[in-house]
Nanobody, 115 residues
Framework: QVQLVESGGGLVQPGGSLRLSCAASKSIFSVNTMGWYRQNPGKSREYVAFITTSGVTNYADSVKGRFTISRDNGKNTVYLQMNSLKPEDTAVYYC?????????WGQGTQVTVSS
C-alpha cells in the first residue's frame, strides 16, 4: 500500500525555522522525483519544491533561498528545511511525487507562522 506520511509542522514565529519530514513507501520513493506542496483553505494547492532521484532540486520563487529540500534514500524520506519563515508560509504542507498522483495525497502537516 502506497503511503506518504508528513510530519514536523507546528506554530513558529516569523523568522523562525521548521523541518518537515515525509516518509514514503519504498515502491514510490526510489523511482520518483519527490515534491512538497502547500495549501490554504479556499485556495488551490501550490508547488513548493522538488528533488529528483539524483538530487537535483527546484524551488518556487516564493521560497527560493529560504527553503531547502533533501532526501535520504536509505530511509525513504524527503525533508523540507524551512528558514526565515513568513506569515504567508502558513499552510498545510503535503508531499507527493512530481507530477503529483491523486491517490498519494496524505493528511499533510500544518505550518502556522504567527507572532
Amino acid at each position: 500500500q502506497v503511503q506518504l506520511v508528513e510530519s514536523g509542522g507546528g506554530l513558529v514565529q516569523p523568522g523562525g525555522s521548521l523541518r518537515l519530514s515525509c516518509a514514503a513507501s519504498k515502491s514510490i520513493f526510489s523511482v520518483n522525483t519527490m515534491g512538497w506542496y502547500r495549501q490554504n483553505p479556499g485556495k488551490s494547492r501550490e508547488y513548493v519544491a522538488f528533488i529528483t532521484t539524483s538530487g537535483v532540486t527546484n524551488y518556487a520563487d516564493s521560497v527560493k533561498g529560504r527553503f531547502t529540500i533533501s532526501r535520504d534514500n536509505g530511509k525513504n524520506t524527503v525533508y523540507l528545511q524551512m528558514n526565515s519563515l513568513k506569515p504567508e508560509d502558513t499552510a498545510v504542507y503535503y508531499c507527493n511525487t512530481v507530477p503529483a498522483v491523486r491517490p498519494y495525497w496524505g493528511q499533510g502537516t500544518q505550518v502556522t507562522v504567527s507572532s
